[in-house]
């Protein structure tokens, strides 16, 4: 996510359903979806 | 990355914590921590009618689920504000609110802004030219309206929002930034109840707006992730983006800055101001009841005042 600059506080990446860690390995093929977590209220 | 009590693979690393977790811990020790911050700072017990403020997102959601899973007497407050151009956003919302409730056999009260007060947020605001392009300052104080005649209709003790640490160090940082001595004076997380008003608590106020997504998507709660179409751009949305950014080089800074800041208020800051803060006045708005310092119609009844 960092690569990506994709800032880690205001997302949670899950794959395959499973909430992954920011330091998780993701291969080639991979489906990851990154899910905002902030709201403006 | 492996979790700190079993060592099986971790689905959250909290930073500012020093705390990695799975997914059995991590739903163990939210609700824990959520338990240890409702009785160390005296926001209800188990005698208490609690009212949830709803909006079907996943903050308001996760506090519920959690509440009803402690074992808390709890019902539910949906409000629809009628802002349903577009997304939908507001009867969205409500369906994966009643959903919810209906999955847990709790009980969702729903109050139509459109059914009971004729007009829509977004048609009050245009008819009072109120908030320029946006009701957003409409949408507070109708709410605050509304949920503080459910709470005295429906006698309950407890009103419970579902604010956490990013909202509240958010609101905490524009108010400084503006030195809003008044706003700045009554952050707190549990505001007493007085005369006219029951109680209101913010049990996830030390709770990372990450963990609270994480709880819903970790217990499978569908809830609405579309945002709010006035939102676009807030301020607050703002704001919690720079104060992730300094999140992330100084895990930890918005938990300092929020807790520091009820220290602070502890030992007496802005004492005149707290003192005000505290105060209510002992006028009633002649329409609604409600207390109001207007000395006529309070500032939600001025809004349908034909006269």
């Known amino acids: ?41 | 990355m492996r979790c700190r009590k079993c060592g099986e693979k971790a689905v959250i690393n909290m930073r500012q914590h020093r705390l990695s977790l799975c997914k059995q811990h991590y739903l163990e020790w939210l609700p824990t921590q959520i338990l240890k911050f409702i009785n160390k700072y005296g926001m209800f017990s188990e005698h208490d009618r609690i009212l949830v403020a709803i909006s079907g997102g996943k903050d308001s959601l996760a506090l519920w689920d959690i509440l009803w899973k402690l074992g808390f007497h709890t019902e539910g407050l949906y409000i629809n504000l009628g802002i349903n151009s577009e997304i939908a956003y507001s009867n969205r919302s409500m369906i994966f609110a009643q959903e919810f409730a209906n999955q847990r056999s709790l009980t969702l009260h729903i109050a139509d802004i459109k059914t009971d007060y004729g007009e829509s947020i977004p048609e009050i605001s245009i008819r009072t030219r109120r908030g320029r392009d946006k009701p957003c300052s409409l949408c507070g104080l109708i709410k605050r309206h509304v949920m503080n005649r459910f709470t005295i209709d429906g006698q309950y003790n407890v009103l419970a929002t579902a604010h956490n640490l990013d909202d509240e160090a958010a609101i905490l940082l524009a108010n400084t930034l503006d030195w809003s001595l008044e706003f700045l004076a009554r952050g707190k997380p549990v505001l007493p109840s007085k005369p006219g008003f029951i109680k209101k608590v913010k049990p996830f106020f030390r709770t990372y707006e990450r963990e609270t997504a994480a709880y819903a998507i970790l217990t499978h709660i569908e809830y609405m992730r579309d945002e709010c179409p006035f939102s676009t751009d807030s301020k607050q949305l703002y704001y919690k983006k720079y104060l992730n950014e300094w999140e992330e080089n100084c895990p930890g800074t918005k938990l300092r800055f929020y807790l520091n800041y009820l220290k602070a208020i502890s030992q007496g800051a802005f004492p005149g101001r707290q003192e005000s803060a505290g105060q209510l006045s002992q006028q009633r708005c002649p329409q609604c009841g409600q207390p109001t310092n207007t000395g006529s119609l309070c500032a939600f009844c001025k809004l349908f005042d034909k006269t």
Do not use: C, F
């Open chain 1, 1 to 41: 996510m960092k690569e990506k600059n994709i800032s880690v506080s205001d997302h949670l990446a899950v794959r395959a359903g499973e909430l992954i860690t920011d330091d998780e390995m993701v291969k080639t093929g991979d489906l990851i979806e990154l899910i905002p977590v902030i709201s403006g209220g």
